[in-house]
């Protein structure tokens, strides 16, 4: 990995030699574990699925988003990879939507448009789960979400990504207590 594949977030010095922590987002939610190798001049990469552990709530709007995915998704059991990876994101601007409008606090101005994709993704989800076009109409989703947000467009879908980015700290963090990556995390 060269340096311009990464920003550092802090000014703590890795240790080398020490285990690194790879995390990312996307479809799933990847993990992996990367450590020097027995020549101690290579890397060996021990892949995960630790985005499949179970989503932990650590405040009642996670709580309701996290009963929100079980309920939407018709599920047994909720997994951090199903609330903050892939569609997690258009649930999420649709659960806090509805938990802002209740509040009085905002209705978002994007709302209608992105949840009438939604529900057609849903009902293709139920309907064809093999389509391939899933995982396209997802990503556009969550692209115009996280634009609308970070731009400060709608308050909704800033709300959204002020969840995700708690989300994904989380598991960060989870992960790293785990690992104890000195190596760093990437």
């Known amino acids: 990995m060269t340096r311009d594949m990464y920003t550092e977030v802090t000014s703590i010095p890795s240790v080398p030699g020490a285990p690194k922590l790879l995390i990312g ?16 001049d290579d890397y060996v990469v021990f892949p995960g699925e630790g985005g499949h552990v179970d989503f932990a709530a650590r405040n009642e709007t996670e709580f309701g988003f996290m009963m929100y995915v079980k309920r939407k998704l018709k599920l047994e059991r909720v997994s951090y990879e199903r609330c903050c990876c892939g569609l997690a994101i258009p649930l999420m601007f649709d659960y806090l939507n509805e938990t802002m ?28 789960p093999s389509d391939e076009s899933i995982n396209k109409r997802i990503e556009e989703l969550d692209k115009a979400i996280f634009n609308a947000g ?32 000195y190596g760093g995390i990437y």
Do not use: W
């Open 101 to 128: 409008k209740k509040e009085n606090k905002v209705d978002s101005k994007v709302y209608n448009d992105i949840r009438e994709h939604l529900m057609k993704l849903l009902d293709l989800l139920e309907n064809s």
């Open 25 to 40: 987002t996307g479809t799933g939610l990847g993990e992996a574990i990367v450590t020097k190798g027995q020549a101690g």
């Open 150 to 181: 970070m731009n400060k467009e709608d308050k909704v879908c800033e709300a959204t990504v002020d969840m995700f980015a708690s989300l994904y700290g989380a598991e960060t963090g989870n992960a790293a207590l785990k690992v104890l990556p």
